[in-house]
């Protein structure tokens, strides 16, 4: 399950990394509305039942907040009613494993992070798989650039926050950039089950209610709390 963005991706994938079924909404309804109702037909279409299921993987972000909240919600109601192992994978690493790049190229994952701000990953391409090369971070575009002018070449960005600012990332990554056609601009649910297979699947009642989605900043509510109390009228 991946719906750190407003488009909500599902898949069944099977060991080896096949996938089963896969399920996308674009539609800018929301994630709440959608969930109960499909579960269902994606697993009929994959041809298995949810006794069939080994496990629950889900993306934990960083993305939008209700997103987060309401896909880890049901990831954590299903894994805990059929005991199920609940893995939790990077959002922005699931979208680098998305990228047929070369060993040795640097994926650098971008989601709008609004605010004039982006989530930002930093991957590696080996032989074995990606390897991350600094933690998620909420970048401006002035400092992503200036942290992009210090990853080796070759270059690969994707992501909806790519093509929110694209204009002014190409122009800074000039010669330094591999480009390659049809990437997805947000997390495709597929990777996340992909990522999660290579992962210990063990239930854990303490691990999965433990799970928390990974906001790499304060919310508005968050920060609200962290606010200095206003003066009461009247004083100096």
């Known amino acids: 399950m991946e719906g750190s963005t407003p488009v909500l991706s599902l898949a069944v994938v099977r060991e080896g990394g096949e996938v089963l079924s896969r399920m996308r909404f674009d539609q800018g309804e929301s994630h709440s509305r959608l969930l109960p109702g499909i579960l269902d037909e994606l697993l009929a279409n994959a041809g298995i039942g949810v006794e069939d299921l080994s496990g629950i993987a889900v993306g934990i972000g960083p993305g939008a907040f209700t997103g987060l909240r309401v896909i880890l919600a049901t990831a954590k109601g299903l894994a ?7 893995v939790g994978v990077s959002s922005l690493e699931a979208l680098a494993a998305a990228v047929p790049a070369p060993a040795g190229a640097t994926i650098v994952p971008l989601l709008d992070a609004r605010k004039k701000e982006v989530y930002a990953g930093f991957f590696r391409r080996e032989e074995e798989g990606l390897r991350s ?18 990853l080796p070449a070759p270059l690969v960005l994707l992501g909806e926050g790519y093509r929110v600012y694209r204009d002014r990332l190409d122009e800074a990554t000039e010669g330094r950039r591999l480009d390659i056609e049809g ?47 206003r003066p009461p009228a009247g004083s100096h």
């Open 183 to 229: 990437l997805p601009r947000t997390p495709p649910a597929e990777e996340v089950g992909r990522l999660a297979l290579g992962r210990e699947l063990v239930f854990s009642k303490e691990a999965l209610f433990a799970l928390e989605p990974d906001y790499v900043r304060s919310s508005e509510a968050e920060l609200g709390w962290t606010k200095s109390p």
């Open 133 to 150: 090369l600094s933690p998620a971070a909420a970048l401006s575009p002035d400092r992503l650039v200036e942290k992009l002018a210090e």
């Open 80 to 86: 805990y009613a059929r005991r199920l192992p609940l």
